[in-house]
């Protein structure tokens, strides 16, 4: 079959406004305002039968925060709830490939998935991040970008000997070595939060265990549990 090229545009047609067609009218691209919605969050989620939530896990590397993650995903996942994880290894590699691990790119890192987390809210979405974010003041922006309540910061607290034991990526082993630079609990500090809405100490139980005491904190946020 042969395909077919679209056909080229006329000054009718970029005169209608067509989203591909070069704007004329200057004010739309530089005012910096954003454009009126008419459709809100709460209508969104309400299709869904949901309240749309931030559930930010913070922990050294190895800690668990990916494992957990993962897990609350599916259990939410099986309950009737749209989610979504953001995984900070993960989002390295697309949206943030542009970004190294000094204090500055891990800020900028923090701050960039912050504001997707925002935007999926806007979708009505649950959404659970699973990065490091090892600066407390990072976080405390990120959580400023949400009302009250919706932010669920949650410390997935594990003693620094026992993520270089478990060590799941060869990580520690290479940052021990001085191959990786800038590693945090070992080069950079890690600030534990000082008031996370849960604290998930993962020596005292199975990541299982662990994900469930996760989800029943969403509870509340989703209808049909
Ligand atoms: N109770 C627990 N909770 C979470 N992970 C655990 C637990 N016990 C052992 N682990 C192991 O610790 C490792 C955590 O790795 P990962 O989830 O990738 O950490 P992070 O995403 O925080 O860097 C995994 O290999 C996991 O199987
Ligand atoms: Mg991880």
């Known amino acids: 079959m042969m395909s077919q090229a679209s056909p080229p545009l006329n000054s009718e047609e970029t005169n209608r406004?067509?989203?591909?067609?070069?704007?004329?009218?200057?004010?739309?691209?530089?005012?910096p305002k954003r454009q009126?919605?008419?459709?809100?969050?709460?209508e969104r989620s309400m299709i869904k039968a949901q309240r749309p939530a931030v559930i930010w896990l913070t922990?050294?590397?190895?800690?668990g925060k990916s494992t957990i993650g993962n897990l609350a995903e599916r259990k939410l996942l099986a309950r009737g709830a749209h989610t979504i994880l953001l995984d900070g290894d993960s989002l390295r590699s697309g949206l943030n490939e542009?970004?190294?691990?000094?204090?500055?790119?891990?800020?900028?890192?923090?701050?960039?998935?912050?504001?997707?987390?925002?935007?999926?809210?806007e979708a009505g979405l649950i959404v659970i991040c699973a990065l490091i974010s090892p600066f407390r003041a990072e976080r405390l922006v990120?959580?400023?970008?949400?009302?009250?309540?919706?932010?669920?910061?949650?410390?997935?607290?594990?003693?620094?000997?026992?993520?270089?034991?478990?060590?799941?990526?060869?990580?520690?082993?290479?940052?021990l070595a001085r191959q990786i630079e800038n590693f945090?609990?070992?080069?950079?500090?890690?600030?534990?939060?000082?008031?996370p809405e849960l604290i998930l100490r993962t020596l005292d139980g199975s990541p299982d265990q662990m994900a469930d005491r996760l989800i029943e904190i969403v509870q509340p946020f989703?209808?049909?549990?």
């Open 17 to 31: 406004g067509m989203s591909y067609a070069p704007r004329s009218d200057e004010t739309i691209l530089t005012d």
């Open 184 to 195: 945090t609990g070992l080069h950079q500090p890690y600030e534990p939060p000082e008031r």
């Open 98 to 121: 542009d970004l190294g691990f000094t204090s500055l790119d891990r800020r900028e890192n923090i701050r960039r998935v912050g504001e997707v987390a925002k935007l999926m809210t």
């Open 36 to 42: 009126p919605i008419t459709v809100t969050k709460r």
């Open 222 to 225: 989703v209808s049909s549990f």
């Open 142 to 175: 990120v959580r400023r970008l949400f009302e009250p309540g919706d932010f669920i910061e949650v410390f997935v607290d594990t003693p620094l000997e026992a993520c270089v034991e478990r060590d799941p990526k060869g990580l520690y082993k290479r940052a």
């Open 59 to 63: 922990g050294l590397s190895g800690a």
